[in-house]
């Protein structure tokens, strides 16, 4: 990972700031980026300025992205690997949901990763190499209820990472999807942990989740899932949804109780 020219959004939250971190004691010149001007400000006496590029940016917007791109390409002369990390997870009955939360859902969590890729695609084909990242979850393999918007917007982005690997296979351009369970970090709402307790919800600690994604990019792989026995589970939803259905049936039913605020 030495001298290794990485864009990395999302890098002011749980996991962003810990594989950032990796990043830095691993070598790498880093662009990174998030919305949360005061969380990157936090971290930023911890590296050194010659090799770290800090920036505050929506990627939503267009001339955000293009932003990157270009002080990417100013500051250190090429990129060679793009983590689209930046996410949002609501949680609640999709009845429920403002239209205007699940349009922004799958704008972070699809749209914005789709086109930051896009954006940084002819450079990596000029140089003939480097990498795209995307971190989804195994929401994104597992429709779960209460979740509907956040699980079909992580869908998505497994798909766009599938098909693009294969687009991508003659061009030395490698992507990698790397799939999280839930994770403890800000991206959950109290009501989340809340109904994390009574369902017996796994988390893994933001630490951990970055250093296998530092592993999975160090090593080229093309998937990454994480945390056992969830990633047994996107097998058998993979062959025997309806066996995961009812398997997850009384589980949703109590999570309800958090998820439903009316009727």
């Not at 990174?32 to 930023?44: E, M, S, W, Y």
């Not at 209820?145 to 061009?171: C, I, P, V």
């Not at 994480?226 to 997850?248: K, M, Q, T």
């Amino acid at each position: 990972m030495e001298n290794k020219r990485i864009i990395l959004t999302g890098a002011g939250g749980g996991i962003g700031s810990e594989l950032a971190g990796l990043l830095a004691e691993a070598g790498a010149r880093l662009v990174l980026v998030d919305i949360d001007t005061q969380a990157l400000a936090d971290r930023r006496p911890a590296f050194d300025p010659d090799r770290v590029l800090v920036l505050g940016a929506d990627v939503t917007a267009a001339d955000a992205r293009e932003r990157i791109v270009r002080e990417a390409l100013r500051r250190f002369g090429g990129i060679d690997v793009l983590i689209n990390l930046a996410g949002i997870n609501p949680f609640g009955a999709y009845a429920e949901q403002p239209a205007e939360l699940v349009r922004r859902t799958l704008e972070i969590n699809t749209l914005a990763p789709m086109l930051l890729t896009q954006a940084v695609l002819p450079t990596l084909l000029e140089q003939g190499g480097g990498r795209i990242v995307n971190v989804g979850s195994t929401f994104g393999s597992i429709g779960f209820a209460w979740f509907s918007a956040y699980s079909a917007s992580k869908f998505a982005l497994h798909g766009f990472s599938q098909s693009l690997r294969r687009e991508l296979a003659d061009t030395g351009i490698g992507v990698t999807y790397v799939a999280p369970r839930a994770v403890r970090t800000g991206i959950n709402s109290a009501r989340v942990y809340d109904m994390a307790k009574v369902v017996g919800m796994n988390f893994d600690e933001p630490g951990h989740v970055a250093r296998r994604i530092f592993e999975a990019v160090r090593s080229g792989r093309k998937e990454c899932y994480i945390g056992f026995p969830e990633s047994l589970f996107v097998r058998i939803n993979g062959l025997l949804p309806g066996l995961v259905d009812r398997a997850l049936r009384r589980q949703n039913r109590r999570a309800r109780e958090f998820a439903v605020r009316t009727g």
